[in-house]
Structures are given as structure tokens and as C-alpha cells.
């Protein structure tokens, strides 16, 4: 699957390294120093925050033909990487070395293009993340985290378990199943063991 030009293209493939990843694998830890950035082909990633305590958000996806930029800016400043990178479903990924990364903002505009463009995306989803925080009731989270996962799946029935959302939403497994039992009785979803089917649009 290509999604540059045929240079930039070639340089990608050949200074990268293939990797396939099953779900749930962690494919970068919080504090770890990045020495490589994922480019994904297929599947799907999400990007967690952790605090202090243990306790997770969820800030966004990354999609296929889409990287993570907070891992690329860890990398280039040779920082430590402040969020996980958890495989979400299978995944295809090209591992491309830090240095490269770097080294291409002066040689290829095109990749450069791709990094500016990226943190647009992130920037934006990364407020959307604090309004719905500060914002939002956690039952209209719920709704909107629901159909985000639709899209990332393309379809309105998916696996996943009460205490993964509750990681996702910086919440409890009990108040995420509440409002789950809630949902199911207004019929806007159905839940089975560790699925959910969504009635309502995506």
C-alpha cells in the first residue's frame, strides 16, 4: 500500500523495517526513548495518556497512512515518549528509524507536508480531548468514544471490554458499566460479553 510519491516512496520502503502486530500489543511505553516511528498500512493504533496514578485517557487513533506525531517529536528531541501506542486491531506497520525521520523534514517537502499535516490532525483532536473533559457529561464521551471505535472498526458491532473503555475515558469500570446498562435500556446499543452493538448512527 503506497501513500507517497514513488522517491519518497522508495526511500520509505527501504529504510524501514515491516513489522505485523496482533491487537493489544504495546508497541511504545510511557518513558521510553523512541527510536523509531510506526508508519501504519493496516489496522489500527490508539494513543493513551497515563498519569501519575496509573490512570489512562485516550487521545486519539492513528490510521492507516498516518504515524504518531508525539512519538516523532519525542524522537527528534531524544525525549522520552509521555504517551503508550497500543496495537488496537491487527496491524501492519514500517518501522522507520528516528534519524531518517528527522533527516527527510530537509530533503523531501513531501514528508514534511505529511509531519505539518499530522499535527494539524493531532492538535485538533488533542482539543477536542480537553472540551469533552471539561465539557461534556461522560455519558455523551461514551457516545462519541463509541463512534469513533465504529469508524476505526467500519462497522456498528466490535469487541471490547467495560474496563478498556473505562482506561479510554479516564474513568471506572463501574460507572462505565452504569452507563452502558443505562444505554441498552434507552436501545441505543446492545451488549453481549465484551461486544457492543451500536443502534444508533456512526
Not at 497512512?65 to 527528534?76: D, K, T
Not at 518501522?95 to 485538533?124: C, G, N, Q
Not at 464521551?141 to 479510554?168: C, D, G, P, W
Request: proline share 3%.
Amino acid at each position: 500500500m503506497k501513500f507517497f510519491g514513488p522517491i519518497l516512496e522508495e526511500a520509505v520502503q527501504s529504510n524501514s523495517q515491516y513489522k505485523k502486530l496482533p491487537a493489544d500489543t504495546v508497541l511504545v511505553q510511557s518513558n521510553s526513548y523512541i527510536r523509531a516511528i510506526p508508519l501504519v498500512l493496516s489496522g489500527s493504533m490508539r494513543v493513551m495518556r497515563e498519569d501519575e496514578d496509573g490512570r489512562e485517557i485516550l487521545l486519539y487513533y492513528i490510521k492507516p497512512g498516518e504515524s504518531c506525531i508525539m512519538s516523532f517529536l519525542a524522537g527528534i528531541h531524544d525525549d522520552t515518549s509521555k504517551v503508550r501506542l497500543i496495537v488496537e486491531e491487527e496491524a501492519e506497520v514500517l518501522m522507520l528509524p528516528i534519524e531518517k525521520a528527522s533527516e527527510w523534514i530537509k530533503v523531501y517537502p513531501e514528508w514534511t507536508d505529511f509531519i505539518f499535516k499530522l499535527y494539524h490532525k493531532r492538535f485538533e483532536e488533542l482539543l477536542d480531548v480537553v472540551n469533552a473533559v471539561a465539557f461534556q457529561k461522560l455519558d455523551d464521551r461514551i457516545v462519541e468514544l463509541l463512534k469513533k471505535k465504529a469508524h476505526v472498526y467500519q462497522s456498528k458491532e466490535f469487541n471490547i471490554t467495560h474496563q478498556q473503555l473505562a482506561e479510554e475515558l479516564g474513568t471506572t469500570r463501574e460507572v462505565v458499566s452504569r452507563l452502558l446498562k443505562q444505554m441498552e435500556k434507552q436501545q441505543l446499543i446492545s451488549l453481549s460479553r465484551n461486544k457492543i452493538v451500536l443502534n444508533f448512527p456512526m
